[in-house]
């Protein structure tokens, strides 16, 4: 081959890769992380029984790994990780009721880590309430949390956050898909067999819109992202001017359960794979990330959305937000900085915290923007936020959302 020839090849060859938006992108990182497959530790799904005092673990979100006598008064409540090592956020979920009324210290002992979680009781798995501070403590050590109960036989639940399980999340897809513009399907399994939801918004046709993506649950325990996910959505399905010109507009793409088999396992971090799946968005290795990016690039590319910004709804210590810092400019740069403007202006008493970094780690926020160039935003909620400001600051960030969106349409 002459090398004219060669150079043609060549240049042949980086132009097809430059057109690489085409189809589900692998990415390289610095520090690549192995995300394949490692074994986890299930639970033995039981009820336990000793002296007339009962604990189970047989219900979807359940964490328990073993119970016993300590002493008269004393029980001991295991809680062990799926696998090593992990993150610290020691969740427990477990019901525990008494044959005779009867006063008891509950031990949460945690194999691995620290106490995180204040704990909440309910009786119904619905109604939740925080346990009252005086009613428990860490003074024994870190990773033992004694509480003081008063048990009946009606069987209590105690977790370290509300159960919000795969039978909540299919309550609230049945519940928005009675809107004309939401239409719920499942896109796939996850690695233990489980269904992949995903909610498609839009109103009238989907080809040739923008589109946002707003997913959630990639970490089991993180309840009060998905809270935030779910309100942000209703709003984007509110019947009002803004909304209803949002979706003739926009298309939405939800998927709002990412790791259903860690979620019903009651895992601390991992999915079934024993693997942080968000960790996972250069290779998809793993089930559930395979399954919705591939959903996603396809569905977006057969009616040719251009997806200008990816949501991930997650929870931490606080409410902040993991933004691209600002050398990595989105198709709709400098989105965020406005965004988070309107979200401050809507709270007196709330100012956001924006946490910007590079392109570090195969996480969905820095792949939202290598794959569609959009701007890839984790949204989180503090663990113990008031769920009423969750939900609030959910729908104040739909709307500046969608203002800007819009005006931004409006603009051109
Ligand atoms: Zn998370």
Redesign the pocket.
Same mark, same amino acid.
């Given at each position: 081959m002459k090398a004219s020839n060669i150079l043609t090849l060549v240049f042949i060859i980086l132009l097809t890769s430059c057109k690489s938006s085409k189809g589900l992108l692998f990415h390289e990182y610095p520090n690549p992380v192995d995300t394949s497959t490692k074994q986890v530790m299930l639970q033995k799904r039981m009820e336990y029984e000793v002296n007339g005092v009962h604990a189970d673990n047989l219900f979807e979100g359940a964490r328990l790994n073993n119970f016993a006598q300590v002493s008269n008064t004393m029980f001991r409540a295991t809680i062990s990780p799926e696998n090593k090592p992990i993150n610290a956020s020691a969740y427990y979920a477990l019901r525990i009721w008494s044959e005779e009324p009867r006063d008891i210290e509950l031990e949460l002992y945690y194999t691995e880590h620290e106490h995180r979680y204040i704990p909440k009781l309910s009786y119904d798995g619905i109604h939740w309430i925080n346990m009252h501070e005086s009613d428990f403590d860490t003074l024994k050590a870190p990773n033992i949390a004694t509480l003081k109960l008063n048990l009946t036989k009606d069987k209590l639940f105690i977790a370290g956050q509300e159960l919000h399980t795969m039978k909540h999340v299919r309550n609230w897809v049945n519940k928005i898909q009675k809107h004309r513009d939401a239409r719920h399907s499942i896109i796939g399994k996850s690695k233990l067999d489980m269904d992949m939801h995903f909610v498609d918004i839009y109103n009238g046709t989907p080809d040739n819109k923008k589109a946002i993506v707003v997913m959630t649950r990639? /970490?089991p325990p @993180?309840v009060t992202?998905h809270y935030a996910a779910e309100s942000f959505v209703e709003e984007i399905l509110a019947n009002n001017a803004l909304s209803n010109s949002f979706r003739k507009q926009f298309r939405v793409l939800v998927y709002p359960l990412m790791n259903p088999d860690g979620v019903n396992e009651g895992h601390w971090?991992h999915n079934a794979g024993g693997i942080d799946l968000?960790r996972d968005w250069a290779e998809y290795k793993q089930s559930e990330p395979k399954v919705v990016a591939t959903h996603m690039v396809k569905t977006t590319e057969q009616a040719n959305n251009n997806v200008v910004v990816g949501l991930d709804f /997650?929870? +931490?210590q606080k409410d902040l937000y993991y933004t691209l810092s600002d050398d990595l400019k989105s198709s709709i740069y400098p989105f965020k900085d406005f965004w988070m403007r309107g979200i401050d202006n809507t709270f007196d008493d709330y100012t956001p915290d924006d946490r910007p970094s590079t392109l570090n780690q195969p996480i969905t926020k820095t792949w939202f923007y290598q794959q569609f160039g959009a701007e890839g935003i +984790?949204y @989180?909620i503090g663990d113990e936020t008031p769920r009423d400001f969750v939900r609030a600051k959910g729908k104040a960030a739909a709307i500046e959302l969608m203002q800007l969106l819009v005006l931004r349409e409006e603009d051109k």
């Open positions: 990639q /970490h @993180e992202g971090r968000n /997650h929870s +931490t +984790t @989180e």
